[in-house]
């Protein structure tokens, strides 16, 4: 670990090795060893990886690139600098640019932003650029010409948010064929041209596309949940032990906090991401955790430096709020892909850093089943951008409203008075469902009902087992137990009686915090609850 004279960590501003390698005051997490192992093989050296924005991908590949240029100065100190790293005797050329530069507002535009990043690209390796043909013509000739001039006869590509073109136009299919039938021509000639290229490397946030446009990139070799590589990008908990731990402690003191609970909460906002179902490594979200280890608060940073409109876009169009966060079923093919044409909500969600992987469950070769993951929101952070943000915007509800809301259940819900939000704040929830939105039956309106105590801070565990049957949700506290059974179209009577008769609260009946039961009924004549029946057990 190189040593600073000042324990800052950089967050959003620094996407560059160089800068930041040389800036006096800010702190490097040695991260070139992982890097090392990444790029050695000359057999295997077309990779893509994909991570949530704001992870550090922009300035991976600008530690890859000095790399790769021998900038060995900037490296003293590090973990490769006593390795035997070919760019220390064979520097290779590299042309590293973002796809975000050839994003337009119609398909022509974009053309002609992707044929000014080649005319762009040949400038800097001087070599002939061509204004005729295909822009994926010219940009193989820029692959050809730059490779016979590079003292290797070889290059290096690093290609950066690879599906900001696409994503564009996920709302327009008919512009969306046109500019992934483009894009699949462009980035095959980097498959064709491949023994012209030392190492490639393409990042993005999302797979999206990959059955289409990665149809002609079949050759590169995916590491975005390669165990070997699940704590490249991001900061893991026993980083906060050892180059990070002065930046905990300083957080600490600001805090009134030792370093053991600063760690905690600090861990409970931002860690969680797990990448590699091989792996049980967890990393913090970078972006984040500096942020919070500069300004000495625990808040949301990620969210705030620019959300997508992809997620709320997907969520409206499909008419319904996602099923339970906390635990979503997946498969591998449901990680691995997300089809621009379906956009299956809980890919994008994952991708999109919302959910990580909560739990692996494994498969069975005897019957054929298949592993399957369980996936859940990696932390506080993400929890309450889910809930303030995504799901309250998509509801039309004011964020500064809604906030004094969720405080003040809150609030009473931690002092084991739950008869206000039970009668009055779920009400008001139920009531900004938009009126093109239908719950049709009881499993609809529960699952609403969950999601609306979660946004309030309840988190109740659903389908809570007792010996005759599962109750819709029980929430514990440390003063109180309240046990819900749900209705539709019935009465919040029935729930109540459904409770008793079949002992859903006996567990805790006798024990020392109250027990509460309450019974709601939706009424799919108003479109909101009848009013909640709360009594003592």
Sequence with gaps: MRKKKVIRVPTTGTFDFETLISDEEAKYVDKTALLYELARRKADSQLFISR????????????????????????????????????????????????????????????????????????????????????????????????????????VVLIDEYDEPVAKFLDDLETLKKVRSTLHDFYE?????????????????????????????????????????????????????????????????????GFAEAKKNILAWYDGYRFAPRSKERVCNPVSLGSA???????????????????INRIERAGKLPSDIENVSADAFM?????????????LLYQGGYLTIKDVRPGDPDTGKEESFVLAPPNLEVREALKRGYLSQVMGLRESPFNTLVDAAKRQIASG??????????????????????IKDEAEAKRYFLLFSAMLGANPAPEFPSVRGYADAVIETPSAVYVFEFKYGKSAKAAIRQIRERGYADKWIGGKRPVTLIGINFNPRKRNIDMPIVEPA
């Design 52 to 155: 949530p924005r704001r992870f550090g991908k922009s300035l991976m590949l600008s530690t890859l690139k000095a790399m790769f240029e021998g900038r060995r100065d900037l490296f003293r100190g590090l973990a490769i600098d006593k390795l035997p790293w070919e760019g220390w005797k064979s520097p290779t050329p590299v042309y590293s640019f973002t796809m975000s530069s050839a994003v337009g507002e119609t398909y022509e535009l974009f053309v002609s932003q992707l044929a000014k990043l080649v005319k762009e690209l040949c400038a800097e390796a001087k070599v002939p650029y061509d204004d005729e043909g295909a822009v994926s013509g010219r940009f193989e000739l820029f692959l050809k010409n730059a490779a016979a001039k590079s003292p290797t006869k070889k290059i």
């Design 189 to 257: 000639k980097l498959k064709v041209n491949s023994g012209s290229i030392r190492f490639l490397m393409m990042t993005g946030v999302t797979k999206l596309t990959k059955l289409s446009v990665f149809s002609g990139l079949n050759h590169l070799k995916d590491r975005s949940s390669d165990a070997r590589f699940a704590t490249l990008l991001g900061y893991t908990a026993k980083e906060l032990d050892g180059p990070l731990r002065e930046n905990v402690e300083a957080f600490g003191a600001k805090n009134g906090m």
């Design 293 to 311: 280890l500069e300004s000495g608060e625990l808040k949301g940073y990620w969210e705030s430096t620019g959300k997508t409109s992809l997620i």
């Design 335 to 347: 990680l691995d892909v997300c089809d621009a044409e379906s956009l299956p909500m809980e890919s």
């Design 417 to 438: 008075d739950i008869r206000e939000v039970a009668e009055t704040m779920l009400f008001s929830l139920y009531a900004q469902v938009p009126p093109g939105w239908r």
